[in-house]
């Protein structure tokens, strides 16, 4: 917009208005082409502040000083500029509800898990709103991480495994002498290529709970996030979990992913539909199920320990971050959204576990979704947030179970002495990343990341964990669905009175 020229009053002589004309062009040669341009973005304040044209030459130069004079200010300008890039106030993101309990009348839902017979997937697959990822993007960068949802009103953070599966079942496992258990993250297929990936896997665990030995079938699936792709939408979870699972005639508890999360518009509630399928107040039918069996879970919340005979297992939340690294506490960061809630409640849950640790009556296995250690700047922060929460319990976990990255990957760390391991399995059908190394089914680390001396195994497949734990020992087993890695492709075995981690031979599973 230009500046609109004030006209000179017709008393004013002609040599007056060209000597002013003469004046005011001298002022913006000086002052150069930059300032002449702010006053020129600001032609109201000043139109409102040039004098009218003077009867004399000395008041005409006095007169295109003052031009000069508001045509100056630069502050003016650099102060808007800064105004301008200053984001809106955050704004107050409203929190998932947690299903309702039913009616004191309504006699409680006895719990359900498979199928009598398969129930293949028929129309469309669901493509999970990927077309939303662009708005997604933008959201992110404006918004950041999520606030977490407080556990449900009442309930225990520890949740027990009899109380899921019963007494009797857990005194079966007890005199077997055996704890089993499937775990893995990254599963939901939303794409008609993805779908077969996440069968293969389901349909191998599925097969584990059939053909197990006598007391060593897998009691349940430990999920670790990322359950649902690509924004945790509830049309989703039929197509992407209930209907993959329909055979699984076992428990499934989860960790909630950043996919499980992740919203692209403010009138969005996050996790949400996680919580209606994994956390109601009692197991019911499941509304998502649509026509099939598996009962809802009754978790406390996406942060809780599922303790159970040899084992106690700790889940976080870790949040949205898609590229980034996860996030389970403020960080120092006042204005955070993210509350130390999870990182206060995971030191109160080392130090509570810590004398039954301390005498063999229990392991401990951490379960976050994103990668809690890789050796790279990538999941740095994490990791130090978890280093400073065991440093403060006086106690580590026996091992770190995550997801995110879409492969099987086994980390090992020296922690004064002691054989550290961080498992990544996210590779329970989702995708592969094409644009990551290669594996191969006769090295367990390829030469293209061999420099990184705390990469133990690498697989770059479909597959899951099998996790097996005794009073003594606990042992976790990486079963591919590729039939070049096979069963059992990697195997560690950790001795819970000394620590000691073992590497076991390819194909042999131990315990």
Known sequence: MKKKEVKAPKKVKAS??????????QVAAAVGKK????????????????PKPAKSDKKIVKAAKDVKKVAKPAKSKKKKVQQATVPAPEREHTLPVYPKAPADNIAPQPRQYAEKKFVPLTGPTDAGNAIDYTAYNTFSKQHGVLPVPAPRPGASMIMKLEDVLGQAAVEKITQSGTLVFHSVGDTGADKPSRVGDEADVAAMMAKDLNNAATGKTPAFF???????YEFGQAGS???????PYCMYNAPIFAIPGNHDGMIWEDDMITLQAFLNNFCAAVPGPAANASSLSRTTMNQPGVYFTLQAPYVSIIGLYSNVSDKGYGVISSMGDATSPVTDAQKDYLVSELKRLAPDRKNNKTAIILAVHHQAYTNTAETAPLTKVLDAAFAEAGIWPDVVLSGHAHNYSRYVRNIAGKQMPY????????NIDR????????????????????????????????????????????????????????SIVIDLKSSALTECPKGEEPL
Not at 459 to 483: M, P, Q, R, W
């Open 237 to 243: 979870y039929y197509a992407q979990f209930y209907e």
């Open 35 to 50: 300032k002449a341009s702010a006053a020129k973005q600001n032609p109201a304040k000043a139109d409102k502040k040039e």
């Open 222 to 228: 430990f999920h670790l996030g990322d359950v649902v």
């Open 16 to 25: 007056a208005a060209k000597k002013q004309k003469k004046a005011k062009a």
């Open 435 to 490: 644009y990551s190394p290669a594996s191969n089914p006769d090295k367990t680390i390829p030469a293209t990341l061999a420099s990184n001396a705390d990469l133990k195994c690498y697989v770059k497949s479909f597959g899951y964990l099998k996790v097996k734990v005794t009073a003594d020992k606990l042992a976790i087993v990486f079963n591919c669905t590729e039939k070049a890695y096979g069963d059992a492709f990697d």
């Open 423 to 430: 498992i990544v399995a996210g590779c329970g059908g989702y």
